[in-house]
């Protein structure tokens, strides 16, 4: 049986306690890797050997040099493209070809985007005066512990990497128990690429064990994490007892609005995508799609026929739009949620249960057919939690204001997205939409110039282009006077 050890210091190494626990290919429901169970120990052999970096070489690298690092990070990437898509089809169950076109090439683009953002950090040197020289720097925070989901491992493990180092930081990652792999090849070629033994550290285990003593740990400096609301609010309040800084990227509850002046066809298949691509588990999915009253017949017709052709099953089938869920659990999970729409009095239109024409070989995987309800109301459960599955309900509004009310109407804040052809209401309905990102005419498609914030329940922080290196700092004001005299107080 193949095994994933955790990557601490440069090298590969079993935990302490010599326990591991099973990797299952959520596309066969098989186990195909046993993988090192952290502990407390792990994580402090890990954190310890991030410090070592930090203050060694890691501090010596100019940020030039940081970058030129970075960048060959991304070419490595590139160049290994096709077996990091199949070794996170086999950990995630998500489509290879989704993997190979959509999260490989974001890997490195975002790669080289931090690359490059590596010496570009900037702070003001404000209102000198003759006699004083004022500056402000952005110095790197230590330690970055980084707790990321199992939803685009690759990409959740970039995304917390590739900043925090082009600030100058080192890094203990603990990735999601669910899909350590991709996580270990990175840390491995972040080492072929040159980056210094203990620059980037993985630590692999269960949040409650691993992912806890990482974020107790003294001696790192923040915690950036990516997941559940329940589990931020945790991390929160230790980081807040320890007085530690925090990022938190929660979950979201999206609002795809589609006024009936959109271009429906447009519309329909950009709901789809928003709502249901990666089988709806990503936070910024837009499960909620509220449509203009005069439409709502024919988009939900349109719906209806478009979810049906969305074909579920074999992730390497070039052919499948969406693979298994990721777990038994998870499965579960979203199939208590449908049963929660049927009982509160939604209508189930399509989907609702695993789909009946799976090949025998694939009985035992998670999969679970694209699901879309009517007729749901803003105060059903399935219209106010985060359900992470493959299933979107449609609820009709008349006017604008209502559209905006119902949008806005629930504890997250993390993304919406709306249809329309009316100018004046594109700028309107963005301004008043309470959201930290916003797609017009358009599903979700990020790039890692464009800064995102986050809001309500969905986190604390910012995310994506320059600003996210503001994360992965700490500012320092510097007064420097020259003038040979003090501010006359004694004399
Ligand atoms: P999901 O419900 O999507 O699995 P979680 O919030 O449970 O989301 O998990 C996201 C990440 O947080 C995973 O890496 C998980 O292991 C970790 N985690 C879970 N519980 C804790 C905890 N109490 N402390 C720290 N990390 C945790």
Redesign the pocket.
């Known amino acids: 049986m193949r095994r994933i050890y955790h990557l601490i210091d440069g090298r590969e190494v079993p935990s302490h306690s010599g326990s591991y626990f099973a990797s299952e290919n959520p596309a066969t429901g098989e186990q195909f890797a046993e993988v090192a169970a952290g502990d407390e120990t792990d994580v402090d052999a890990a954190v310890k050997a991030a410090l070592r970096a930090f203050q060694g070489p890691w501090s010596k690298i100019t940020p030039a040099e940081r970058g030129r690092l970075l960048y060959r990070v991304a070419e490595l990437i590139e160049a290994r493209a096709e077996e990091l898509a199949a070794a996170e089809t086999l950990d995630s169950g998500k489509p290879l070809a989704a993997n190979r076109h959509i999260d490989l090439p974001f890997c490195v683009d975002f790669w080289r985007f931090y690359a490059g953002a590596a010496d570009k950090l900037r702070t003001p040197v404000v209102a000198n005066e003759p006699g004083v020289h004022r500056y402000a720097v952005r110095e790197p925070l230590g330690v970055v512990g980084a707790?990321?989901?199992?939803?685009f491992p690759l990409v959740m493990a970039s995304l917390k990497i590739a900043p925090a180092l082009a600030a100058g930081n080192t890094v203990v990652i603990?990735?999601?128990?669910q899909t350590p792999l991709t996580t270990s090849l990175l840390g491995q070629l972040c080492l072929e690429a040159g980056l210094p033994e203990g620059v980037v550290n993985v630590v692999h285990g269960?949040?409650?064990r691993a992912?806890?003593a990482?974020?107790r740990h003294p001696q790192v400096a923040k915690i950036c994490?990516?997941?559940?609301t329940?589990?931020?609010r945790?991390?929160g309040q230790e980081c807040a007892r320890q007085v530690k800084p925090f990022l938190l990227e929660l979950g979201g509850k999206a609002a795809n609005i589609i006024f009936a002046d959109a271009d429906l066809d447009l519309a329909v298949n950009g709901a789809l995508q928003a709502g249901l691509a990666n089988n709806g588990q990503f936070c910024l999915a837009a499960s909620r799609v509220l449509v203009e009253e005069r439409v709502a017949d024919r988009v939900t017709e349109l719906l209806i026929d478009k979810a049906r052709s969305i074909r579920v099953g074999e992730p390497h089938d070039p052919a499948t739009h969406c693979g298994p869920l990721i777990s038994r659990a998870h499965l579960e999970r979203v199939s208590s949620y449908v049963a929660s729409g049927c009982a509160e009095g939604a209508e189930l239109l399509t989907g609702g249960a695993p789909p009946r024409d799976l090949p025998e070989r694939l009985r035992r995987g998670f999969y679970f057919a694209p699901t879309v309800f009517g007729r749901v109301r803003p105060q059903m459960r399935i219209a106010r939690e985060e359900i992470?599955g493959p299933v979107i309900g449609i609820t009709s509004f008349r006017t604008e204001e209502e559209a905006i009310a119902l949008a806005n109407g629930v504890d997250y804040g993390l993304s919406a997205y709306f249809w329309t052809k009316d100018a004046d209401r594109v700028h309107r309905v963005a301004s008043a939409l309470d959201a930290g990102l916003v797609f017009v005419n358009m599903p979700q498609y990020m790039v890692p110039q464009m800064p995102a914030g986050l809001r309500k329940s969905s986190g604390w922080g910012q995310n994506f282009g320059l600003e996210a290196l503001e994360n992965y700092t700490k500012l320092k004001g510097v007064y420097v006077n020259y003038s040979g005299k003090i501010f006359p107080w004694l004399t």
Do not use: D, R, Y
């Not at 707790?147 to 939803?151: E, K, M, R, S």
């Not at 603990?174 to 128990?177: T, Y």
């Open positions: 707790i990321a989901p199992w939803n603990k990735m999601a128990e269960f949040g409650e992912g806890a990482l974020v994490f990516t997941g559940s329940e589990v931020g945790l991390i992470f």
